[in-house]
Nanobody, 126 residues
Framework: QVQLVESGGGSVQAGGSLTLSCVAS????????????MGWFRQAPGKEREGVAT???????SYADSAKGRFTISKDNNKNILYLGMDWLKPEDTAMYYC????????????????WGQGTQVTVSS
């Protein structure tokens, strides 16, 4: 069973920054980070889960319009850690953020997710 574990969420004021991290189960982490598209999704109360950013095996990134210019997705293939740097946070960024991995369609709107994390809460106050 593959496990993805997020960390780094918290409460910040509008305009602040947070960096989320995601690590996979030790025995599969190398395979996941070198073979799968990785991404970040979020779900706000009462709303559907939406893709935020993805990064493919070659490091190419894609962002939802809401994230462009403010969020940065990256991964450390040596440490097998996925990151999401978030700057200039807005109250509308408040959501549960999920790490995800899938084999293809490496775009926020179309990634076929095979593995999900449990989520980390981000709350942005005005």
């Amino acid at each position: 069973q593959v496990q993805l574990v997020e960390s780094g969420g918290g409460s910040v004021q509008a305009g602040g920054s947070l960096t989320l991290s995601c690590v996979a189960s030790a025995y599969v982490s190398g395979v996941i980070y070198s073979s799968y598209c990785m991404g970040w999704f979020r779900q706000a109360p009462g709303k559907e889960r939406e893709g935020v950013a993805t990064i493919d095996v070659d490091g190419r990134t894609s962002y939802a319009d809401s994230a462009k210019g403010r969020f940065t997705i990256s991964k450390d293939n040596n440490k097998n850690i996925l990151y999401l740097g978030m700057d200039w946070l807005k109250p509308e960024d408040t959501a549960m953020y999920y790490c995800a991995a899938g084999p293809d369609d490496c775009y926020p709107g179309s990634l076929g997710v095979r593995y999900w994390g449990q989520g980390t809460q981000v709350t942005v106050s005005s």
